[in-house]
Every structure is written in C-alpha cells, then in structure tokens.
C-alpha cells in the first residue's frame, strides 16, 4: 500500500525553531508538497520538492531525501498564528496525491 | 483575484436528503478535484475533472456523483447522505497534473447531517 505517515501533534514555543518530520512509501515518486491548514479552512500551499535537499523559503524551509523516503518541514521564528495542522503530500507515479493526515502544531506564548 | 469559490460554506441537510454542492473557480485550470475530509484525516479524494474527463477513485460510494457543466463549475451530489457522511468537503485546481502542478483549494463547505 501507499502511505504518509507524520507525528500527530507537536507543541513548540513562539520565537523558537520546529521542525515536523514526514516519512513516505508510495508506488513512484513526482515531487512531495507541504501545506498549511488552519483550524475550519481548507489547505493552503508552502511548498514542493522534487529534487533532495533543501529549499528556503522565507521562515519556512523544506528538505527532501528521495533515497531515505523522507522529508521534513522547518518552522523558524515560529509565530502564534503558525498554530494550524501542516499536511504533507507525494505525488505517486500515476500522479495522484498521496496526502499525510497532517501534524497539528501548537504554539505557545 | 483569481480564486476557488465553495457555496455554501456550512450546509445542514437530513438523513437521506439529497445535497449539492457547488464550487467555481477564475484560475482557468483544466483539472477540478473534490475531496472530502474529516476531522484530523487526510482529505480523501472523491473525484476529479481534466477538462471533461471524469475520474472517479475506486472507493468512492455510489452515493456521490459529480458534474461539470464548464470549465468553470463543478458540482458534488449527495444523492443520500447519511451520518457518516458529515465532513468538510473541497474542492480544488490545478493547471494540470504533472509534478509541480500544486493544488489550489477553496474554502470548503462543512456538511452537517441530522
């Protein structure tokens, strides 16, 4: 079978550094997203990675290891309002999309 | 702006009464997705259009059909909801389906079934 798997919840404090881990099997490989979903919204996109190594993108950054099937999304200077639910996603040989059930990240003062 | 519109953003509905939901979008892409999406799940894809070419998942229920009248609109039917079919339901687009194409999501419509 096909799946995504990430840690359920994680807390972490305003001004610090977070980084949630994705880990994925899937028939093929076409690029691994990351988005954001805020509590009652729908996702919103961060990132895409297609290529191993890492791609920085203002106070989020994402990493891709295709040979460990493995990535990871990091949060710095991280922000009240980061507080959402972070899903990631592969994009299998049939270019479906495979989602992760999400990491809900609590940010505390 | 360009964007994915959903109506109607809450919809209650009763035990075996039908629903449909709607979702447009400005992007001009080819390829519109619903997904349906519980609480603290991955959001399950139900169906998508490229252009006029319907694909349907293999463990989507009877229940659920779809339609896409233009390039622009595209229907969710519940022909009988039941309990378990209270979600958040999305729709979404993209350009294409090729690797970098992202998804761009509307805001959803969250289904209540009495």
């Known amino acids: 079978g096909q799946n995504i798997d990430q840690p359920t919840e994680m807390t972490a404090t305003e001004g610090a550094i977070v980084q949630i881990n994705c880990t994925y099997q899937?028939?093929?490989?076409?690029?691994l997203f990351w988005y954001q979903q805020h509590a009652g919204e729908a996702p919103t996109f961060l990132s895409y990675?297609?290529l191993d190594g890492l791609e920085e993108k203002g106070r989020f950054s994402s990493f891709l290891s295709r040979s460990k099937g493995y990535s990871y999304l990091l949060l710095k200077e991280l922000q009240m309002k980061d507080s959402a639910s972070y899903l990631c996603?592969?994009?299998?040989?049939?270019?479906?999309?495979?989602w992760g059930a999400g990491t809900k990240l609590i940010i505390k003062p | 702006d360009a964007m994915v519109i959903q109506n109607p953003r809450y919809q209650v509905t009763q035990f075996g009464k039908p629903v449909t939901l709607s979702c447009s979008q400005t992007?001009?892409?080819?390829?519109m997705y619903w997904y349906q999406q519980k609480s603290s799940q991955a959001p399950k894809l139900l169906f998508h259009?490229?252009?006029?070419?319907?694909?349907n998942e293999a463990d989507t229920p009877d229940n659920f059909q779809s339609r896409r009248p233009n390039t622009s609109f595209c229907f969710l039917d519940i022909r009988s909801p039941g309990l378990g079919d209270a979600a958040m339901y999305l729709c979404?687009?993209?350009?294409?389906?090729?690797?970098?194409?992202?998804?761009?999501f509307g805001p959803g419509t969250r289904l209540t079934v009495l």
């Open positions: 979404a687009t993209s350009i294409g389906t090729s690797g970098s194409n992202e998804q761009f």
């Open positions: 992007l001009n892409h080819n390829v």
């Open positions: 259009y490229y252009d006029k070419d319907f694909n």
């Open positions: 899937t028939s093929g490989f076409n690029g």
């Open positions: 990675n297609v």
């Open positions: 996603a592969v994009k299998n040989s049939n270019y479906q999309l495979i």
